[in-house]
């Protein structure tokens, strides 16, 4: 059974005194589903679960009515042997998006506080405007990621306490013990290949068999090409598919900026940005904005129209690439994949740290994987899948742009150079 550190977060939630609703978004299949139903099942006397998707007749419930009396009403007469006894039931609505009437009932459970409500969706932001009147302020939030490296780590066997050292290895600058450095860098490799959605997890922990894991990652991805053709408009499923296929051959390219042209021949902004927007809202990739200036405020300093786009998890990018591809990353041959997907996962990394992606390029000539906000200071990051980390980049963006920090993230034990640059493994990543 994987452990997720989000088990932690719906405890301290349902500790609070004037709890309101929770709503807990995420990709299709990180676990939302499971996780919640063990939080319910292990702190809870009753347990009442709503799956809109799988039962659509569950939508006439909140049909006639949102106060709370009418939907317990409701629920009495389509669910069998329910028991709702108020502080001691929780009500997990799952898959909310096939019900927007639901999301909007959760206002008015957060004012009645009989019962605690756990609301879950994989497209949430895919249709808000057909919510009648979202929950504003009676609603917290919370986003479910993929396992991140660390989780993936422990379904591995590894201890917790493995993490505890290596971050005093790494607050103190000094080189890790090189059995260590390299079991982690296996781990990491490994990583990468096989990402961190729980049934792939589940698969490569028991079998350690990377073809089984291929298999179920290309089932995903068929699984989020059907949810393109179950919830995307009529007139953008087309364009919606086309953006998403397309983003491995914009990471095969030295630039790396989201080109629409690469899409189509006939690719604009006007044509498909909405589409892309649609693969964002759906949790299904990630946006690196190309910032004006490499200073804070980062978001105020970024280019709305000028960016990278990732996917979520890197697991799933590389069962989008060719056969032989992760033969190629447990080898260190990447071909024309260069370093874009060691950037891919450290852009997955980043995004379960809570961190907006920026990166910056100038002239052609100076180019910054990411830049990060660290110790509050604007910090060049840059992203190596080689044992060579000379960077010109970086060294140009120490010496002539105020930059006053700059870390590069490979295969090296930790290293410390005389102009503000650090080196550091990249498992050591989810430290920043």
Not at 12 to 17: A, F, L
Not at 82 to 98: A, Y
Not at 142 to 161: N, P, Q, R, T, Y
Request: hydrophobic share 40%; net charge neutral; aromatic share 12%.
């Amino acid at each position: 059974m994987l452990e997720r550190k989000i088990y932690q977060d719906l405890l301290t939630w349902k500790e609070k005194k004037d709890k309101m609703c929770l709503l807990v978004k995420g990709a299709r299949q990180v676990g939302k589903t499971f996780i919640i139903e063990k939080f319910a099942k292990e702190n809870y006397k009753n347990y009442v679960y709503i799956n809109f998707f799988e039962n659509d007749e569950y939508n006439l419930i909140f049909q006639n009515g949102l106060d709370v009396d009418t939907i317990i009403k409701q629920l009495t007469v389509r669910i069998p042997n329910i028991n709702l006894v108020p502080g001691e039931t929780i009500i997990f609505l799952d898959e909310i998006q096939d019900c927007p009437e639901a999301i909007t009932s959760l206002k008015f459970f957060s004012m009645d506080k009989r019962f605690d409500v756990i609301a879950s969706g994989s497209l949430l932001g895919i249709n808000y405007k057909e919510v009648p009147s979202y929950p504003v302020g009676y609603v917290e939030h919370l986003e479910m990621h993929s396992l991140d490296f660390e989780e993936f780590c422990w379904a591995m066997g590894l201890s917790k306490d493995a993490f505890k050292y290596l971050k005093e290895y790494f607050d103190k600058l000094e080189k890790v013990p090189d059995t260590m450095h390299n079991k982690m860098m296996d781990l990491f490799k490994e990583y990468i290949i096989v990402g961190g959605m729980p049934r792939v997890v589940n698969e490569f922990a028991s079998s350690h068999n990377f073809a089984n894991v291929l298999k179920i990652q290309k089932d995903i991805i068929e699984d989020y090409l059907m949810d393109i053709g179950k919830y995307a408009k009529e007139s953008e499923k087309a364009k919606i598919r086309a953006c998403f296929l397309s983003i491995p051959k914009h990471l095969s390219k030295d630039y790396k900026k989201f080109r629409y042209s690469l899409v189509s021949s006939d690719g604009k902004a006007e044509k498909y940005q909405g589409s892309l927007m649609w693969l964002y809202d759906a949790n299904i990739v990630n946006f690196c904005f190309n910032i004006s200036k490499p200073e804070l405020p980062l978001e105020g300093n970024a280019k709305s129209d000028v960016f990278k786009v990732y996917m979520r998890d890197t697991g799933l990018l590389m069962a989008m690439l060719e056969e032989g591809s992760a033969k190629e990353v447990i080898d260190g041959n990447l071909g024309i994949y260069k370093g874009a997907i060691y950037e891919n996962i450290i852009a997955d990394i980043f995004t379960k740290l809570g961190k907006k992606l920026y990166y910056f390029e100038h002239n052609s000539t100076i180019e910054i994987d990411f830049f990060i906000r660290y110790e509050n200071k604007a910090t060049a990051i840059e992203v190596k899948s080689a044992d060579n980390t000379k960077s010109k980049s970086m060294n140009s963006i120490i010496n002539n742009w105020n930059v006053e920090k700059g870390i590069k993230l490979s295969s090296k034990n930790i290293g410390v150079s005389s102009n503000n640059i650090i080196s550091i493994p990249l498992y050591m990543s989810i430290f920043l």
